[in-house]
């Protein structure tokens, strides 16, 4: 299978709005119907999330899909570097949401796809972008043919 | 609808660049398949525990709240 050219790394929350097909976030839906023609990367902090707001059947199979596909999704079971943490914490991010940047950088993962407000105003300047599902789709709509 | 056989005869016959296409577009139809399935299952549940008319605002304070827990607990201060 051919490798997709961009790995992005998703935010729980769009996860967790494109399964539900949440009405006020439909391109989170959107996004995850596009899996594949880019790749996602899946840190341990979103998955610790996903497994508390999923129940045990459904999480068992998410990880049998995941699995079943891992051109196009990657887990990572490495903790966020505590250094890299702090880093992000001293730019104003809210602890959990530097462990989700510090775990993007360490994995050389440049972009996080979040539709957390208070997230995204916050990372600027950084090694890492924040982007909105919505201008995740522009995106792929650029490298697409 | 043609047989498997026939489908097989018809892809061989493409360029190996379009057949890496087809496979990788089949790869994907495939997964999304699968995550709708696990959409579907989520929702049935959901719907069974009364949380899928919650407002996307108060998921999104429970998915802090989750956050926050983890992060405290992982990396605490």
Known sequence: ?145 | MQSIDDLANVITELEPSEQQALLDKVAQLNFQKGLHDLADKYRARLARESQLEESSEQVMIELHRIREQIAENDYPA
């Not at chain 1, 097909?21 to 996602?40: K, M, N, Q, W």
């Not at chain 1, 530097?98 to 407000?117: L, M, P, Q």
């Open chain 1, 1 to 145: 299978m051919t490798t997709p050219p961009e790995r992005w790394l998703l935010d729980t929350n769009v996860w967790i709005f494109g399964l539900r097909r949440d009405d006020e976030f439909p391109t989170c839906a959107h996004l995850l119907d596009r899996i594949g023609t880019f790749s996602v990367l899946i840190p341990l902090q979103v998955l610790k999330e996903l497994n508390l707001a999923l129940a045990s059947d459904e999480m068992r199979d998410f990880y049998r899909l995941v699995n079943q596909y891992p051109e196009f999704i990657g887990l990572s079971w490495e903790p966020a570097p505590t250094e890299l943490v702090e880093f992000y914490e001293q730019r104003g991010c809210r602890k959990g949401d530097a462990v989700i940047a510090a775990h993007a950088e360490a994995s050389g993962t440049r972009t996080i796809v979040s539709a957390n407000r208070q997230f995204l105003q916050t990372i600027k300047d950084l090694p890492v972008e924040l982007v909105t599902a919505e201008e995740a789709q522009s995106r792929l709509a650029e490298f697409l043919p």
